[in-house]
């Protein structure tokens, strides 16, 4: 089954970048998954981010983080890539990558992502 393990996450400085991955240990991506980045700062529910179509590579994104961050696919390491740049403070959060098959109206559904990785520490503060 797939499993999911992100990296990459840290502490930076209002307008920095950073760069999460998120790696698959499992079995492939099967036909068409979405692999999803989700976060959630504390006392706030769990917030979509973006997402990616393995198959297509269509990308999505929250309105919030359009033009600063971007989803990409590693094909030889299986894994995902969110590059963050121009960080803000409210982006600070803990950040997970999901996988799941679904409709494109469920993307930003939480509950319709069946594996989630453990998720990785991102603090922007000067």
């Known amino acids: 089954q797939v499993q999911l393990a992100e990296s990459g996450g840290g502490s930076v400085q209002p307008g920095d970048s950073l760069r999460l991955s998120c790696s698959n240990s499992?079995?492939?991506?099967?036909?068409?998954?979405?692999v999803g980045w989700f976060r959630q700062a504390p006392g706030r529910e769990r917030e979509f981010v973006s997402a990616?179509?393995?198959?297509?590579?269509?990308?999505y994104y929250l309105d919030s983080v359009k033009g600063r961050f971007t989803v990409s696919r590693d094909n030889a390491q299986n894994t995902i890539n969110l590059q963050m740049t121009s960080l803000k403070p409210e982006d600070t959060a803990v950040y997970y990558c999901?996988?799941?098959?679904?409709?494109?109206?469920?993307?930003?559904?939480?509950?319709?992502?069946?594996?989630w990785g453990q998720g990785t520490q991102v603090t922007v503060a000067s």
């Open positions: 499992g079995p492939t991506f099967s036909y068409n998954t979405m």
């Open positions: 999901a996988s799941g098959r679904m409709i494109l109206s469920e993307i930003r559904n939480s509950g319709r992502y069946t594996s």
């Open positions: 990616i179509n393995w198959s297509t590579r269509r990308t």
